[in-house]
């Protein structure tokens, strides 16, 4: 089955610095790649996502990039702000619809 | 409005009770999850199906049940609390793309807390 890894666990920045989360996948099959992000006490919410037959995706500050050939994924935060402190999971899906997330990565950013 | 809606939102009982925390989707997706996280730690799957009369195991299935009955409704029931159920329980939906994968939303939780 699919396995996900992400990296890194922790992530501090300084407001205005850019912080970036990677996360590798296993299963060839997968097509489908979301960052979802999750306040304490709420519950996680889709904030970009891509499918394998695209490269790369931007929606304003934030953007993820997709190399397939090694089944990586990454996270890109540009500008970060205080409200950007949160703790971030990649997942990877195949089209039988399963998601695999990776385990997170709690990003504080600091004024 | 289209959401994802779960009851109980907290709910705290005694050891060895049978419980059942209902979800209820309302934007017709085929496809439904349960996972239970710890505060800001990983998902684990617990279960999940495809459509009506369909259900899968997770990684922690092993001392709950599901049941789809109907498109919008997906309970988990735990025939046996214990303290070490105590988490938070949150239920998805994904639409059912034929060939891709399709973007999953989730409920607000229920907090389980087992005495």
């Known amino acids: 089955g699919e396995n996900v890894e992400q990296h890194p666990s922790t992530l501090s920045v300084q407001e205005g610095d850019s912080a970036v989360i990677k996360c590798t996948y296993s299963d060839s099959a997968s097509n489908y790649f979301p960052w979802y992000k999750q306040e304490l006490g709420k519950r996680p919410q889709l904030i970009i996502d891509i499918r394998s037959n695209v490269g790369e995706k931007k929606d304003q500050r934030i953007a993820v990039t997709l190399n397939k050939t090694a089944k990586h994924f990454s996270l890109h935060i540009t500008e970060t702000q205080p409200e950007d402190s949160a703790v971030y999971f990649c997942a990877a899906s195949s089209s039988w619809g399963k998601f695999q997330f990776g385990a997170g990565t709690q990003v504080v950013v600091t004024p | 409005e289209a959401d994802i809606y779960q009851t109980p939102r907290y709910l705290v009982i005694g050891t060895g009770k049978k419980i059942t925390l209902e979800c209820s989707q309302t934007m017709g997706h085929d496809k439904m999850y349960w996972y239970q996280q710890d505060p800001g730690m990983e998902l684990h799957l617990i279960h999940y199906?495809?459509?009506?009369?369909?259900?899968e195991k997770g990684d922690l299935s092993s001392e709950s049940t599901v049941s789809r009955i109907r498109t919008e409704h997906f309970p988990l029931t735990l025939e046996s609390a214990r303290p070490s159920h105590t988490s938070q329980y949150l239920c998805a939906s994904s639409e059912g793309l034929a060939g891709v994968g399709g973007t999953q939303y989730f409920g607000p939780g229920t907090r389980l807390t087992v005495l």
């Open positions: 199906s495809y459509g009506v009369n369909s259900t």
